[in-house]
């Protein structure tokens, strides 16, 4: 009978991120290594910052051993899911929100042109008085 697998999400597994409970994840697979990181040969520091994102890279690029690679077996308690997004959406704002808020935009545009419309007049009147004045 085939054993089944924990499935975890990245949201899930980048909460377990201290000394006392820490968890990475390496090429699809999570891992609990808070009881090995006063062993790990680099240091604690080194897998800390690895928490809460993929860290395939970071152990490939370290060069670990195969017997590194088979010790960290002990430590897999599932598989990451791949089936929910990695970085959770967030709904900005609701349809009916964005067309008050243009709708908002779109009145102070047509209530406040006037500024911007004098400050180029004054510019061209001044701009022909200099030229004038110069002649």
Known sequence: MPTLTKLYTMQEASQHNTKDDC???IDGKVYDLSSYL?????????????????????FEDAGHSESAKELMQ??????????????????????????EYSQKLMDLTKQYWTVPAAIVGISVVVGFLYMYKKK
């Open 74 to 99: 002990s430590f897999c308690i599932g598989e990451l899911d791949t089936s929910s997004p990695i970085i959770p959406e967030l709904e900005i704002s609701s349809k009916k929100e964005a067309t």
């Open 38 to 58: 006063d062993e790990h040969p680099g240091g604690d520091d080194v897998v800390l910052v690895a928490t809460g994102k993929d860290a395939t890279d970071d």
């Open 23 to 25: 968890w990475v994840v």
